[in-house]
């Protein structure tokens, strides 16, 4: 990673262009050939430091639901529960943490009901306590980019 | 609000939540795989950017990767009547990148949480102290995440 690589990642962040040559539009903000963007980018996506190029879509807008749910899992039972949610392909994020509710997953479905659903059928398979269901009331803020050298939740 | 979409338009949403082709003209191949032009396609990228159904188009970068190394979730049990009031505050700090109200739940008391990014955990604490003197409020905690079982960009219109 040097300097152009960097000033790639950031510009490539927020200001792709949506035209038919993009890479040569980035190419000529950054004084470097339509190749050479190319190249370097990918080099970087191998190195993991870009996960993906392309939208990210406002689940709401899609008709989508979302929510974050928290499940009580004792050791035991854990490795197979996370493998019951990891399953589904409307969980996107799902963490361990430090806390009596110890596993943390969002939840897009086209309905609420749907939602419902899932995590009836993740208590059961699991054979877990009840799955809390937490879906936001009121959003204050939801930045996609923090402040760029460095450096995500789900809704 | 949501609408209905085409299916047309759902495989092109399809398309451009994958990774967009690394080829001179990415645009026109993700048109020839919708059977769109290249005009309708780039057309309906800046009308859904415009409204919103595109909250963003370009690279994901791995943050934990590029240096925050440490994200803490902070939950509050903030007084109902208090809790927009409180939400707006904490969501103004530059630390916090996500700030929800959210139902409370059997054993568990907290309705607001945001999530706060920093340098090291010690950071995230720090800053939770100082937003926990700013809003008055200290019933709060914070929950590291001490695994990731997975993380990935949500996939419309698959099921």
Known sequence: MDATDNRLITEIQSGFPVSERPYAEIGERLGISEDEVLERLRAIKQSGEIRRMGASFDSRKLGYSSTLCAARVPP???EATVKIINSYINV????????????????IAPSRERIAGILGEIEAAAGIDPIINLPATRLFKIQVDLPVIDGGGGR | MSRSFSKQEMELVRQLQADIPLSPEPFA????????????????????TADGTIRRFGAMVR????????NAMSAWDVPDERAEAVGETLA????????????????????LFAMIHGASPEECHRVADRLAAVVGISDYRLLFSTREFKKVSMSYFME
């Open chain 1, 76 to 78: 035991e039972k854990l």
């Open chain 1, 92 to 107: 996107t994020h799902n963490y361990e943490r430090d806390h009596e509710y110890n596993v943390w997953f969002t939840v």
């Open chain 2, 29 to 48: 191949e993700i048109a020839a795989a919708v059977g769109m032009t290249v005009e309708e396609v780039l057309g309906k990228v800046r009308e859904w």
């Open chain 2, 63 to 70: 943050h934990q990767k590029l240096g925050y190394k440490a």
């Open chain 2, 92 to 111: 103004a700090a530059a630390e916090v990148s996500h700030c929800y109200q959210r139902p409370r739940a059997d054993g568990w008391p907290y309705n």
